[in-house]
């Protein structure tokens, strides 16, 4: 018998642990092993347990590694192994770009209903993406949009915008990364140009209104990395 996916569902809102637990229930081949309200109880709960699929809020503040694309990022470097959805009332295009650009394997919007999580952790197992209704069609709108200053950064690019924006230098950037200096810097100035930015001060703001960087405590450094 084929052991079942195992699933950590990780949301502040009672509500939706609620409803995509009901949601499983009864599809088969899916075992809900834990839910987590915090980015810390997460982060402990896939320290201690094997973890298939881990579908998560986008924004989960309070919790001692943030939340956001910061979190995403920083679950994705950790664990490797572990197949992410991410759960999100966001509608912004460039938000939910931010979000695909990652690398998780799929993205669902709470206006949708929540049947479409079981298809979604499915082929996340099968190493396949997966856009619920509205995410679908906010990313294709804004593709189909898209000028020449705000092309899709790619998942290093968006790293690196992301620490820097977070404080650190470009030879702090490369230690931590394990890349040169030049490197950094060439990704740094690719994101800019491709988001239409000449100031630093501009990476700052799109920073912020995208969702790269989070209203709340940023992540902490991964042990051992």
Do not use: W
Not at 5 to 13: F, N, S, T, V, Y
Not at 62 to 73: E, H, K, Q, W
Not at 134 to 141: E, F, V, Y
Not at 168 to 181: D, F, P, T
């Amino acid at each position: 018998m084929k052991a079942p996916i195992r699933l950590l569902l990780a949301d502040d809102h009672p509500a939706i642990i609620a409803g995509v637990k009901a949601s499983i229930r009864d599809a088969g081949g899916i075992e809900v092993i834990g839910t987590s309200h915090s980015s810390t109880d997460m982060v402990a709960f896939l320290d201690r347990e094997p973890c298939d699929v881990l579908v998560t809020d986008y924004a989960m503040p309070g919790g001692n590694y943030g939340d956001g694309i910061p979190l995403i990022s920083f679950i994705l470097r950790r664990y490797p192994g572990v197949r992410v959805l991410v759960l999100t009332m966001m509608d912004n295009p460039a938000v939910l770009s931010a979000i695909a650009a990652t690398g998780v394997r799929g993205v669902l919007s709470k206006s949708d209903d929540l049947s479409h999580i079981v298809p979604a952790v499915h082929a996340a197992v099968l190493g396949q993406t997966y856009f619920s209704p509205t995410a679908h069609a906010i990313l294709n709108a804004s593709k189909e949009t898209k000028g020449a200053g705000t092309q899709t950064l790619t998942r290093r690019e968006s790293e690196v915008v992301r620490l820097f924006v977070s404080g650190l230098s470009v030879g702090e950037i490369a230690e931590r990364l394990h890349r040169s200096k030049q490197t950094v810097s060439t990704q740094k100035n690719s994101a800019m140009r491709k988001l239409g930015l000449e100031r630093e001060a501009d990476l700052f703001r799109y920073a912020i209104e995208t969702g790269l960087v989070s209203a709340s405590t940023p992540p902490q450094t991964e042990v051992g990395s």
